[in-house]
């Protein structure tokens, strides 16, 4: 009998394991900027509007793979002019559990210089490349917040990805860790007003020529998108992979 009670409560144990193991956890893409507001324009002359769709497809693609994130969704996929304080109350109105912002980055306009692709004259910035991660001390949730941005970070870093450093000191923003590039910004709209966990996740510096290059490579961008599960899978799960 006493044989018994032990197998059926370990067999409980585990079908509780395997429930936990597959909870929802619906993530909100955000695609930064829109259609009639670009955001930063490459070295080469395209939107950074195109770059930030195309990864958070990219990204919805490989977290619908995985059952516990099929419910996750992208916010402005067909690019109209959605106010930044809207976009995490369209996420929190379809039940997300996080708010994921993606861009591309630029430079200050000090830090341009000119050249000239096919033709036109454009602005190109070769003197920084790398990611940076964002996160709001306003936000709802700040302390899950940096916590998301600290496991972004570690997984990109894990990626062999460096981040860059030449948004420290620049107006509100705050640069809270050299190694993984996390910024406090605490007035950043679009995170501020969300109630769930946010960050903002600037994938590269689309003003240097080079690394715009690497931000179109198949290959490269699959890096950055299995960072970025491997990050979110960390935070719903509560377990840190083994790298």
């Known amino acids: 009998m006493a044989a018994l009670l032990i197998m059926v409560v370990c067999l409980l144990g585990s079908g509780a394991a395997a429930a936990g193991q597959f909870q929802e956890c619906r993530v909100a893409i955000d695609i930064g900027h829109s259609l009639r507001d670009p955001g930063a324009i490459s070295a080469r002359g395209v939107p950074e509007y195109r770059f930030n769709r195309h990864m958070a497809r990219l990204l919805l693609a490989r977290l619908q793979q995985d059952p516990q994130f099929r419910g996750s969704f992208l916010v402005n996929e067909t690019g109209e002019a959605v106010p930044l304080a809207s976009r995490p109350a369209i996420a929190a109105a379809r039940g997300a ?4 912002s993606i861009h591309h980055d630029s430079v200050y306009p000090e830090q341009l210089s000119k050249w000239v692709y096919q033709g036109r004259l454009l602005d190109v ?5 790398g990611h940076s991660i964002f996160f709001s001390g306003k936000n709802g949730n700040p302390e899950a917040s940096l916590r998301l941005a600290r496991g ?3 997984a990109m870093r894990q990626a062999g990805l460096r981040p860059t450093l030449h948004h420290a000191g620049r107006g509100n923003k705050v640069l809270l860790d050299r190694e993984l590039g996390i910024y406090a910004f605490d007035n950043l709209a679009v995170l501020k007003n ?5 960050v903002l996740f600037e994938c590269g510096v689309i003003k240097n020529s080079q690394e715009e290059v690497k931000l179109c490579d198949p290959s490269y961008q699959q890096r950055l998108v299995e960072a970025l599960y491997t990050a979110l899978k960390e935070y719903c799960t509560g377990k840190r992979p083994a790298f």
């Open 125 to 129: 910035c070769d003197l920084f490349s």
């Open 194 to 198: 969300a109630d769930m966990p946010a």
């Open 97 to 100: 559990a996080i708010f994921l």
């Open 152 to 154: 972004i970070g570690r």
